[in-house]
Nanobody
């Protein structure tokens, strides 16, 4: 069974940090780009960060550049997203997804997690 399971979301004050995890089962990350998306109420789903271990590509949205860091633990088949200097506008459900074609739009994703909620208070 193919699964992506996010964890690590929660409530944090502005300026604080969280570390999100995306654990995969039923497939390996080796040949996939792993993408973090987020969706706030009333807004479109947007790409936050992406990493491709095989190609070495990385991506950060301008809004999070310098604050968020994506990384992979290959032994645990888990991708992390470190969220630092959080702002209220970072509040959203964060989803991880996997794509065999690279860092692209939601339509290009093969697998999705159910999401984890990040709430940043002011």
């Amino acid at each position: 069974e193919v699964q992506l399971v996010e964890s690590g979301g929660g409530l944090v004050q502005a300026g604080g940090s969280l570390r999100l995890s995306c654990a995969a089962s039923g497939f390996t990350f080796d040949d996939y780009a792993i993408v973090w998306f987020r969706q706030a109420p009333g807004k479109e789903r947007e790409g936050v960060s992406c990493i491709s271990s095989s190609v070495g590509n990385t991506y950060y949205a301008d809004s999070v550049k310098g604050r968020f860091t994506i990384s992979i633990d290959n032994a645990k088949n888990t991708v992390f997203l470190q969220l630092n200097s959080l702002k209220p506008e970072d509040t959203a459900v964060y989803y991880c997804a996997a794509s065999s074609i690279g860092c692209t739009t939601p339509a290009g994703m093969d697998y999705w997690g159910k999401g984890t909620l990040v709430t940043v208070s002011s």
